[in-house]
């Protein structure tokens, strides 16, 4: 079955810094792979996803993945933190049969100024 | 227009009573959904309906009952309500027939039962 694990639940940057959040994926197939946030007390938004089309996809607010099928891993990073990117990120992949979004445990971004 | 759109926002009840959370999509997808996001943020499914048909029910307590009137439309009931039963909960919506598209999902209701 599909599943993504993301490593660390809380990443702290300081405002300006590069921004790199890691997700590895466990798929027997070629996944399809997204990228969520979610604002406090909000609902989940999209960033970003891969669909075999490009293994470097770019989102929106300044944040990009790369796929790299060989570490099978999709981090999202940005190059420069801003104070509103404070938020929950999630990883998510479809499982087979294109039924389910299954989520990892998400992370929770901090920006220092 | 909202997309997906939950209703209530906020619900607070006291524990043992029954309540319902209505879900509505304006996309036109076919398959809709119900996630629960507990304290921790971690989401996790509990239903999906293709078509006005469960397809999937994770192991969830049968004092939970999904309901989907028509396609456009998925109501969720619970009966009995526990402590545990404290969540966020959000509705989603996907066409079935492609993989890369993503879920969209509601605003959420938070549930408090105390």
């Known amino acids: 079955a599909q599943s993504v694990t993301q490593l660390g639940s809380h990443v702290s940057v300081s405002e300006g810094a590069l921004v790199l959040l890691r997700c590895n994926y466990s798929?027997?197939?070629?996944?399809?792979l997204f990228w969520y946030v979610q604002y406090p007390n909000q609902g989940l938004q999209l960033l970003l996803k891969?669909?075999?089309?490009?293994?470097l996809v770019k989102g929106i607010n300044g944040f990009e993945a790369e796929f790299k099928k060989s570490e099978t891993s999709f981090h999202l990073t940005k190059p420069s933190a801003h104070m509103s990117d404070a938020a929950e990120y999630f990883c998510?992949?479809?499982?087979?049969?294109?039924?389910?979004?299954?989520f990892g445990t998400g992370t929770r971004l901090l920006v220092s100024p | 227009d909202t997309a997906v759109s939950q209703t209530p926002k906020y619900l607070v009840t006291q524990m043992g009573n029954d309540k319902s959370i209505k879900c509505e999509q304006n996309?036109?997808?076919?398959?809709m959904y119900w996630y629960k996001q507990d304290s921790k943020k971690f989401l996790k499914i509990m239903f999906s309906?293709?078509?006005?048909?469960?397809?999937i029910n994770e192991t969830v307590p049968n004092r939970f009952s999904p309901k989907s009137p028509d396609k456009a439309h998925l109501n969720l009931h619970i009966n009995s309500l526990e402590l545990g039963d404290s969540a966020v909960y959000f509705c989603?919506?996907?066409?079935?027939?492609?993989?890369?598209?993503?879920?969209?999902f509601g605003q959420g209701t938070r549930l408090t039962v105390v």
């Open positions: 798929s027997s197939v070629p996944p399809y």
């Open positions: 309906y293709n078509n006005k048909e469960l397809i």
């Open positions: 891969y669909t075999s089309a490009a293994t």
């Open positions: 996309l036109g997808h076919d398959t």
């Open positions: 998510a992949v479809i499982n087979t049969g294109f039924q389910k979004l299954v």
């Open positions: 989603a919506s996907r066409p079935t027939d492609r993989g890369g598209t993503e879920a969209f």
